[in-house]
């Protein structure tokens, strides 16, 4: 069995380019976080996603940042206009369901995409 | 607010000896979950062991096991027997619970076995 894909793995991108991120989550899988990872920091949570619906964004941006994890397809962390501070290891993370216990569906990570931001 | 904290950025240990990396949370939960994660160079978020608030047992796997103390809000985890392979970067996690499902993170610690 596959797990989270990432890709790409490394993305440079100058300062006003737009950056994509992809995250094919594992088979059955049907609910994606995205995280970020700052130099010399621990992940951080961004959003949180069900097919079609994003459910928790409460650690995403305002601004410039969006996520959608689509019926057909990966999940896409779309991040416009690109700033220095955007330069970071950003991980995309699934889990067969949202039940409390995420004891017994603990969350998969992909290898995660490093965004530098030139 | 609910934090995880983990207060030693850097950690040493000579192969085949035994070594405690430290984390403390804050909530107010009563039931939650916490999580140890190694992340190797590659990048790779690897699950070492996890341990459910409301069980007093410490969790094991293998060489790996936790000391949980839920009163003192205390969690770290005991590398035994430590190889060359367990060097990586440490990060303490909790999910506290509520519909989503998340993870908290420390900010890591960074083990170094020497040999």
């Known amino acids: 069995n596959a797990g989270v894909m990432q890709n790409p793995r490394h993305l440079v991108r100058r300062r006003g380019q737009e950056a994509r991120l992809r995250c094919s989550p594992v088979k059955g899988h049907s609910h994606v976080y995205w995280y970020r990872q700052l130099p010399e920091e621990g992940l951080k949570f961004m959003v949180y996603l069900q097919k079609e619906n994003i459910i928790d964004e409460s650690g995403m941006p305002k601004e410039r940042f969006s996520a959608e994890f689509p019926k057909e397809g990966p999940s896409i962390l779309r991040i416009q206009q690109v700033v220095r501070g955007d330069s970071a290891a950003y991980f995309c993370?699934?889990?067969?369901?949202?039940?409390?216990?995420?004891?017994?569906?603990?969350?998969?990570f992909g290898n995660g995409t490093r965004l530098t931001v030139t | 607010a609910q934090t995880v904290t983990q207060s030693q950025p850097e950690m040493s240990v000579q192969e085949a000896e035994t070594v405690t990396l430290s984390c403390t949370y804050d909530?107010?939960?009563?039931?939650?979950?916490l999580f140890w994660y190694k992340q190797p160079p590659s990048r790779q978020m690897i699950l070492v062991i996890r341990?459910?608030?409301?069980?007093?047992q410490n969790a094991t796997e293998n060489r790996f096991s936790v000391n949980f103390q839920k009163a003192a809000k205390s969690f770290s985890l005991k590398i035994s027997d430590s190889q060359l392979g367990d060097a990586a970067m440490y990060f303490c996690a909790a999910n506290y619970g509520g519909a989503t499902n998340k993870l908290i993170f420390g900010t890591g610690t960074l083990l170094a076995v020497q040999p």
């Open positions: 993370a699934s889990s067969p369901w949202s039940s409390y216990s995420s004891y017994n569906s603990p969350l998969h």
């Open positions: 341990q459910e608030a409301y069980k007093q």
């Open positions: 909530t107010s939960e009563s039931d939650y979950y």
